[in-house]
């Protein structure tokens, strides 16, 4: 006895659905120009995140004006 033939079904995800949609819509350039653009929006967020990770400026101001007098 055989076993079926199985089928290679691809299951299409949102990103593949809307970058399908993308490239009917817009052209090569503009399709480009998002993609850099949204690039930069989350380079922007990580920088934010990581100034926001390392204190307030008062906080850093406050610990080079320790260390100033220390030396």
């Known amino acids: 006895m055989q076993a079926a033939p199985v089928r290679a ?3 299409p995800t949102v990103t593949g659905a809307l970058r399908a949609v993308e490239s ?3 052209g090569g ?8 653009a949204w690039t930069a929006v ?7 995140a ?6 307030s400026l008062p906080e850093r101001e406050a ?5 100033s007098r220390a030396t």
């Open 9 to 11: 079904t691809v299951i």
């Open 29 to 36: 350039g503009q399709r480009t120009a998002r993609r850099n």
């Open 42 to 48: 989350l380079e922007d967020r990580r920088r934010a």
């Open 24 to 26: 009917l819509l817009l």
């Open 50 to 55: 990581d100034r926001a990770g390392s204190g």
């Open 63 to 67: 610990v080079a004006a320790r260390r």
